[in-house]
T-cell receptor, first 114, second 112 residues
Framework: QKEVEQNSGPLSVPEGAIASLNCTYS??????FFWYRQYSGKSPELIMF????GDKEDGRFTAQLNKASQYVSLLIRDSQPSDSATYLC??????????????FGGGTRVLVKP | EPEVTQTPSHQVTQMGQEVILRCVPI?????FYWYRQILGQKVEFLVS????????KSEIFDDQFSVERPDGSNFTLKIRSTKLEDSAMYFC??????????FGPGTRLTVL
């Protein structure tokens, strides 16, 4: 059973601060890792993805991947109230194939306080 | 910007009735997915579809579920005889040859 674990939160951060979200996964075969943002009652919206160990930056977001530790994180810099949402970690397991399903963690709820 | 669309946004049905949820994937995408999310729970994979056949399905996707791409644009999920526990948000997603899946806005299914 492949598992994806996230702290459910809420993670409360003051406006302008850095929010740090963590995700661990059980399968060393994971190929790529996606972070989605989900506002209440809405669908997942892609934030960013990462394939290789190390850091990847996109605007105010930085994803960090450590495959040896089976750990991926997301940093949100200069947090804004509009960043208040649930952040979903979703590894993709298996070789590049027609399946390519995503397995989602339970998400971390982030609350940015003005 | 192209996006995945889904209809209806909300479907209410009686237990035992059949429902069809509709999705229009992004036009040049080749791979299609259905996920569901029961209120307060994780997003769960149901089924993936490529080249007019199911690529993979989860244990949730039993004989009561089916998918179809009836024409060049629509992708449908049918639940033959709905149960109370089928009440959830159903999300369609699609992707091109890249890894990234794009999600539609979802259909909220309420089974009474």
């Amino acid at each position: 059973q492949k598992e994806v674990e996230q702290n459910s939160g809420p993670l409360s951060v003051p406006e302008g601060a850095i929010a740090s979200l963590n995700c661990t996964y059980s399968d060393r075969g994971s190929q790529s890792f996606f972070w989605y943002r989900q506002y209440s009652g809405k669908s997942p919206e892609l934030i960013m993805f990462i394939y290789s160990n190390g850091d990847k930056e996109d605007g105010r977001f930085t994803a960090q991947l450590n495959k040896a530790s089976q750990y991926v994180s997301l940093l949100i810099r200069d947090s804004q109230p509009s960043d208040s949402a649930t952040y979903l970690c979703a590894p993709r397991w298996g070789a590049e194939a027609a399946g390519n399903k995503l397995t989602f963690g339970g998400g971390t709820r982030v609350l940015v306080k003005p | 910007e192209p996006e995945v669309t889904q209809t209806p946004s909300h479907q209410v049905t009686q237990m035992g009735q059949e429902v069809i949820l509709r999705c229009v994937p992004i036009s040049n995408h080749l791979y299609f997915y259905w996920y569901r999310q029961i209120l307060g729970q994780k997003v769960e994979f149901l089924v993936s579809f490529y080249n007019n056949e199911i690529s993979e399905k989860s244990e949730i996707f039993d004989d009561q579920f089916s998918v179809e791409r009836p024409d060049g644009s629509n992708f449908t999920l049918k639940i033959r005889s709905t149960k109370l526990e089928d009440s959830a948000m159903y999300f369609c997603a699609s992707r091109s040859n890249t890894d990234t899946q794009y999600f539609g806005p979802g259909t909220r299914l309420t089974v009474l």
